[in-house]
């Protein structure tokens, strides 16, 4: 496989972040144009809004490198050596496990039970990973192609099949993730959070 480094964003996040962005816009140009008191008040929250799309939309993320992976959550990110991981699951989203617990990809969910899937054939799951499938032989709906965590996890599977082949992977590794916590988005959330409601509870 291509070793190349590559940033995998879910499809639909980014144009359901510009969608949210249009709403906001429009429901700002209204308070421009009406420039009451009352109307004003709803500034803060279409501030929060407009934050919230990009934390949820466009801002989630799996930067697969040669060394580990990069997990861009909405409150945190979490960097994964490759050696870290010991087991790799979709049943709800991408899933890495590690010695210290485990991180899951928000931008790589797997289908939801109403989301109907295609049959998948042969062809479809022959050429996966031999870490994709369970000891029965069968594959889960979220490692199946064409859903998010299954396009991914058929890249991540693959690279880190090497590394597990090459030398001990989890704890036995002694490489151990680390996660950092987005505090300038959480603060400008709680800060945004707290006008509305004081903006609100004002009016």
């Known amino acids: 496989m291509a070793n190349a480094p590559f940033t995998y964003r879910p499809r639909s996040g980014p144009a359901a972040a510009v969608g949210a962005w249009v709403i906001a816009g429009l429901a700002a140009a209204s308070l421009v144009t009406d420039q009451s008191a009352q109307s004003l008040r709803w500034a803060p929250a279409l501030a929060w809004f407009a934050l919230s799309a990009w934390a949820v939309f466009w801002a989630p993320s799996v930067a697969v490198g040669e060394a580990g992976l990069n997990v861009r959550n909405v409150a945190a990110s979490h960097y994964v050596p490759w050696a870290a991981i010991s087991r790799i699951d979709t049943k709800w989203a991408l899933t890495l496990h590690t010695g210290q617990g485990k991180v899951t990809a928000f931008a790589a969910p797997a289908p939801s039970s109403l989301q109907p899937l295609r049959r998948a054939g042969a062809r479809d799951i022959g050429h996966l990973p031999e870490s994709t499938f369970d000891a029965g032989g069968s594959v889960r709906p979220g490692d199946l192609p064409g859903t998010a965590s299954g396009d991914l996890a058929w890249v991540v599977r ?46």
Do not use: F, K, M, N
């Open 158 to 203: 693959e690279r880190w099949q090497e590394v597990r082949d090459a030398g001990p992977t989890g704890p036995a590794s002694g490489q151990r993730p680390t996660r950092r916590w987005h505090i300038r988005l959480l603060a400008a959330w709680a800060l945004l959070g707290c006008l509305t409601a004081l903006a609100l509870a004002v009016g």
